[in-house]
């Protein structure tokens, strides 16, 4: 079992940043990779950016790329998205998600956290 809690989440205007921060606990050796995705109304749930435990390796969407950073701290076994310039289309619920194998797909993720809001507006 690992269990995941978001926190962090607000309301910005859009240019400004904002911090999330994801909480493991459980076995969490059992996982090699943290992802962070999201998902707007009516959209499907996609990919943000991910970091391996060991190395802090990471992996960035198109879509955020130079504007967000992912980073991890092992002795809190927490996780941290640091969202900079952001833009009314970055508003969406932000879930942390634990695997054992670098992907940018839903399904190979295995466990979820609830998530936490993130609204921009213009």
């Known amino acids: 079992q690992v269990q995941l809690v978001e926190s962090g989440g607000g309301l910005v205007q859009a240019g400004g940043s904002l911090r999330l921060s994801c909480a493991a606990s459980g076995r969490t050796f059992s996982t090699n990779i943290m992802g962070w995705f999201r998902q707007a109304p009516g959209k499907e749930r996609e990919f943000v950016a991910a970091?391996?435990?060991?190395?802090?390796?990471?992996m960035y969407a198109d879509s955020v790329k130079g504007r967000f950073t992912v980073s991890r701290d092992n002795a809190k076994n927490t996780v941290y998205l640091q969202m900079n310039t952001l833009k009314p289309e970055d508003t969406a619920v932000y879930y942390c998600?634990?695997?054992?194998?670098?992907?940018?797909?839903?399904?190979?993720?295995?466990?979820w956290g609830q998530g936490t809001q993130v609204t921009v507006s213009s």
């Open positions: 998600a634990a695997g054992h194998r670098y992907s940018r797909t839903v399904g190979e993720y295995d466990y």
């Open positions: 970091i391996s435990w060991r190395g802090g390796s990471t």
